[in-house]
Each structure stands twice: as C-alpha cells, then as structure tokens.
C-alpha cells in the first residue's frame, strides 16, 4: 500500500521526508509540528514556520493594540532547538 502523501503547493518530498517552504522566510523546513505550529484542530500545520509566526503575531498584535502594554508584552516561545 502506498503511504497517503497529500502534499501543499508549498511542500515537496526529500530524502528526509515532507518539507514546507515558509512563505515570509522562503526557507524550507521539516513539514512537522517542530518547525511549523499546528492549527488549531491538531492536524493542519500552519504555513509559516515558527519564528516567523511568531514574528507576524507580534506585528498584528502591535497593529491591533499599538496602545496597549499588556498586548505588547509577548512571553517568549522557544522557537528551535
Ligand atoms: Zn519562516
């Protein structure tokens, strides 16, 4: 039986298994829930890679609430090891 394999316009298959190009960093990372932060029904990974959605999170939240010092405070999440 042939492994079910869908993959995203963004990813393509090494020899290391499913790798997805970050569209903000245009970096390719490993497809799994170490480089990518996954949706919120556990499943779907998002389709920028961690630093960079953390990055983006913090520019919306400075767009939303430029004002607001509790929304600027933003604990730091461990990214890569
Ligand atoms: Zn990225």
């Not at 079910?4 to 499913?18: Q, V």
């Not at 997805?20 to 390719?28: A, D, L, N, Q």
């Amino acid at each position: 039986m042939v492994p079910e394999t869908k993959l995203y316009k963004n990813e393509r298959i090494t020899e290391l298994g499913i790798e997805r190009r970050c569209p903000m960093c245009g970096e390719w990372w490993p497809a799994d829930d170490e480089f990518y932060a996954k949706g919120k029904n556990g499943r779907r990974l998002y389709s920028y890679c961690r630093a960079c959605n953390i990055e983006r999170g913090q520019k919306q939240i400075l767009k939303l609430y430029p004002n607001c010092k509790r929304h600027n405070i933003i604990e730091p999440i461990p990214i890569l090891r």
